[in-house]
């Protein structure tokens, strides 16, 4: 019985699973905390990938270990490989102006979201990586200077786990590149001059590798001394975090996957790539070779936990006073945008409260208010999906916000669809170990994994919840600048 590793660095944490490759019974498991902020030291997520990795009783008894991540963070590296500064996260409004900028300039005649939906897959907004290759180039020149290559989150820290050995050795998968703005998920090759159009100059990037090819092996000196394998232990190409998610719920025919973590995602796996020019779906691919049409929220389970400080009680208690609450909440409505926004594309907007009276101005009111609006949030997103041509004939609820009874049984009333829930755990970390087993053991498909145990929550459909949220959203203000 192989065992393999799969990790998931994502925003606020890292995780590690180990289970039996064959069965994908989970054998031990470990985290470690990320450090808060939208700019990190990508050293940082090398000290948690080993404190997780201790946690999870280490890798002694893997046969291959896959990373995947939180996308789009720009990770900078000069000539010798050393970190040029912190790596600005998927969630760093910074570059909106920026995005704004590339938009603009790749047509005068206002098409330029076409021209990268066409080109990448996507139309870019602050969270690409060439958005924030633009504003370094403009705001940081010294450092811009420095930069050999640049890289995403899961890409360095496979490169670390290989031993770091040269740049040349970097590695990544159609999962993440998909997320740069300068790789094209229809044609599969690297656009080059659009990272020069956003930089100024070329830069080295990761080789991209197919869906089962190995990056290398685990290095047993990377790991600090700590005891490896007897033999050599593969290293997967690893990927990003929606996409492992997708392999780690089996995501089929007729699923979307509703993810409230960091971030709230709606995605879905595709045979086709999506070109959406108004930017709402962004045309990923996924880690079978298929494609990972996808919706991205920047505000998901931190409104949860920003009503649950705000109210002064536990996230379970939250869920509890949201479910004493009537549906639509006699009014009140969450627009949940507390750090900016990505989509719509409001990086400037805060979140807002609106329709207070007397009746509703309670705390299990606003608790419901939080839960309903970032479910709106996310239930635009699956609009948009379905409009490109997803079929959504349920959707499976993940991430640390589904731990939550109230977004549980609220879900169905905003989705107007049937949601599965299985039960809490990994599925980012899980998608990673299935794409080690499938190194480990061969084979054209990753092994099948069976989700055990879900739970199918429905519910009758509550229109009005969404009529108030759009009439709300479109009255949110952003934010004044300075
Ligand atoms: N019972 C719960 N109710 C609501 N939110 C929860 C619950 N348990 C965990 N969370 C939230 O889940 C989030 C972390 O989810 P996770 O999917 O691990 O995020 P990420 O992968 O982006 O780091 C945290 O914001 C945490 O507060
Ligand atoms: O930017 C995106 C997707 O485009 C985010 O989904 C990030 O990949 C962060 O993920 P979490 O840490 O929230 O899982």
Redesign the pocket.
């Known amino acids: 019985m192989p065992l393999v590793a799969g990790v998931?660095s994502?925003?606020?944490?890292c995780k590690v699973v180990v289970r039996d490759a064959e069965t994908g019974a989970l054998v031990r498991q470990g985290r470690a905390p990320h450090p808060d902020g939208t700019e990190v030291d990508p050293q940082a997520w090398w000290n948690a990938l080993l404190a997780a990795v201790d946690a999870a009783g280490g890798l002694a008894d893997v046969a291959a270990v896959s990373v995947a991540g939180q996308q789009h963070g720009m990770v900078c590296l000069d000539e010798a490989g050393r970190v040029v500064r912190p790596a600005l996260l998927w969630n760093d409004t910074r570059s909106a102006g920026a995005a704004r900028d590339l938009i603009e300039e790749a047509d005068a005649d206002g098409t330029g979201g076409r021209f990268w939906a066409e080109a990448t897959g996507s139309v870019p907004v602050a969270s690409f990586t060439a958005t924030k290759l633009r504003w370094l180039a403009r705001h940081e020149p010294a450092n811009a200077d420095r930069v050999a290559a640049v890289c995403l989150p899961h890409d360095w820290l496979t490169w670390r786990l290989a031993g770091a050995p040269g740049l040349a050795a970097l590695r990544t998968d159609r999962g993440d590149a998909s997320g740069t703005g300068y790789w094209s998920p229809a044609t599969g090759e690297y656009r080059l001059d659009l990272l020069e159009r956003a930089f100024g100059r070329r830069l080295r990037v990761p080789a991209v590798l197919g869906p089962a090819e190995p990056a290398g092996v685990v290095d047993p000196a990377a790991l600090g001394g700590r005891p490896s394998h007897a033999g050599t232990v593969l290293l997967g190409p690893g990927t990003g975090?929606n996409a492992a998610a997708a392999l780690g719920v089996g995501a089929g025919p007729g699923d979307v996957v509703v993810?409230v973590?960091?971030?709230g995602t709606v995605f879905a796996v595709a045979d086709a790539p999506a070109a959406d020019p108004t930017g709402i779906v962004a045309g990923f691919a996924d880690a079978t070779g298929r494609f990972l049409p996808l919706v991205c929220t920047l505000n998901a389970?931190?409104v949860?936990?920003a009503a649950a400080e705000l109210l002064r009680v536990g996230?379970?208690e939250l869920?509890e006073l949201a479910l004493a609450a009537p549906p639509g909440v006699d009014g009140l409505v969450m627009v949940p945008y507390l750090e900016g926004e990505r989509t719509p594309n409001r990086p400037l907007a805060t979140g807002a409260v609106h329709g207070l009276t007397l009746t509703n101005a309670t705390a299990a009111h606003l608790a419901r208010a939080a839960v309903e609006g970032m479910l709106c949030a996310l239930a635009d997103g699956l609009d948009a999906l379905t409009a490109q041509g997803a079929r959504a004939d349920r959707v499976v609820l993940i991430?640390?916000?589904a731990?939550?009874a109230a977004?549980r049984r609220v879900a169905p009333q905003v989705f107007g669809c049937p949601v599965v829930v299985p039960p809490p755990g990994e599925y980012?970390a899980d998608g990673a170990a299935r794409q080690a087993a499938w190194l480990a053991l061969g084979g054209a498909a990753p092994p099948r994994w069976p989700l055990a145990d879900t739970r199918e929550y429905a519910a009758d459909p509550v229109p009005a919840i969404r009529a108030r949220y759009a009439e709300a959203r479109d009255r949110t203000v952003d934010r004044p600048s300075g």
């Open positions: 998931d994502s925003t606020q944490s975090d993810s973590g960091t971030s389970a931190r949860l936990d996230l379970d869920a991430g640390g916000g731990r939550s977004v980012v």
